[in-house]
């Protein structure tokens, strides 16, 4: 997807139509400081989508028992990784929370109690998206958790009980990675993005396939996909993201997909976009 043309598909926008929803492929925490493709399309998207009064994030990196959304002032910075450049662990993205989005979320969701939350803030799954997107951090940030314990087919109807945010303005962005194999990265092709394995490149397709023909229920027992979807989804931490943001299409929306990059081989970039 050209993301210049977004300014088309946004131009006749009103605070009475629903706000896209994101799926971001964010891959390693260095793209939080990286100029490189993908941290340029975050840049442009937060350019041309329309402004949100608040962006709500579920990121493959706070994996809990049961659901909980940020619900303090200010959501401190999470550094949850290691071995990275000092320059990454000085980053600080003061954007404000919403005690008013975490009570409207909580409220939202009436299939399980939804935990306010005042101790976690936001992972590198979320703030080093969102700082290309909105490098001001004047757009309020929270997150909501993943609840680990609970099958696939959960996440994707929880989601669903989200629509409502959608109208009000909140930006809703899935963080993860379609293929995430981490033990299988070729790192002497790291930065060769055209490289992938053949089970990567099928698997990326597939999901492609299936989301462009909102064929959301094989998506959600990938694991009958076969041994290519084990490969591509050895544990769901990255994939989970991706059912909140189908749990969140429905027939009026376009799908749009950018980073359609593979990195190392068994990681792959690609994000979608519904307008």
Known sequence: M???????????????QSMPVLFMGHGSPMNGIEDNLFSQSWRELGQQLPRPTAVLVISAHWLTRGTHVTAMETPPTIHDFRGFPQ??????????GSLPIALETQRLITSTHVGLDHDWGLDHGSWTVVRHMYPDADIPVLQLSIDYNQPASYHYALAKELAALRKKGVLILGSGNMVHN??????????????????????????????????????????KLGAA????????????????????????????????KVVGGSLTMTSVLLT
């Open 87 to 96: 320059e990454l662990f000085d980053v600080q993205y003061p954007a404000p």
């Open 229 to 260: 979807a084990q490969l591509a989804i050895p544990t769901p931490d990255h994939y989970y993201p991706l059912l909140y943001t189908l749990g969140l299409q429905t027939s009026a929306d376009e799908v749009h997909f950018f980073n359609d």
């Open 182 to 223: 981490l033990r299988m990265v070729a790192w002497e092709h790291l930065n060769k993005p055209e490289y992938g394995y053949d089970w990567s490149i099928a698997m990326n397709e597939a999901f492609k396939k299936h989301i462009t023909s909102g064929n959301h229920e094989v998506l959600i027992q990938y694991e």
């Open 2 to 16: 050209d993301l210049h043309a977004l300014k088309n598909l946004t131009d006749s926008y009103s605070s009475t």
